[in-house]
Nanobody, 125 residues
Framework: QVQLVESGGGSGQAGGSLRLSCAAS????????MGWFRQAPRKEREFVAT????????KYADSVKGRFTISRDNDKNTVYLQMNSLKPEDTAVYYC??????????????????WGQGTQVTVSS
């Protein structure tokens, strides 16, 4: 059974930092591309960042480029999202997801095969 478990969410102030983690089990983690998405209240789920199976390629949404960094540790079956220079508009539930097309940098949520339950991030001004 595949499980993706996010952690590290919480509250922060504008300009601050948070680091999200997503621990994976039940899948050959190193073969999957991993992504982060978020969903704010009354908005659709949106792409944040993705990283290829080996970690050499990444892609970011324009809204987080230069502020967020996605990384992975295949030995620990974990993907991370370092969030710096937080803004109130970053407030959302953040989800990690696994894409069996490991080389692809999909920004479309429909392309992802497995999802975590999400972790809340709240940024105050």
């Amino acid at each position: 059974q595949v499980q993706l478990v996010e952690s590290g969410g919480g509250s922060g102030q504008a300009g601050g930092s948070l680091r999200l983690s997503c621990a994976a089990s039940g899948l050959r983690f190193g073969a999957y591309a991993m992504g982060w998405f978020r969903q704010a209240p009354r908005k659709e789920r949106e792409f944040v960042a993705t990283i290829s199976w080996g970690g050499k390629s990444t892609k970011y949404a324009d809204s987080v480029k230069g502020r967020f960094t996605i990384s992975r540790d295949n030995d620990k079956n974990t993907v991370y999202l370092q969030m710096n220079s937080l803004k109130p508009e970053d407030t959302a539930v953040y989800y990690c997801a696994a894409d069996k097309t490991g080389w692809s940098l999909d920004t479309d949520a429909a392309k992802y095969d497995y999802w975590g339950q999400g972790t809340q991030v709240t940024v105050s001004s």
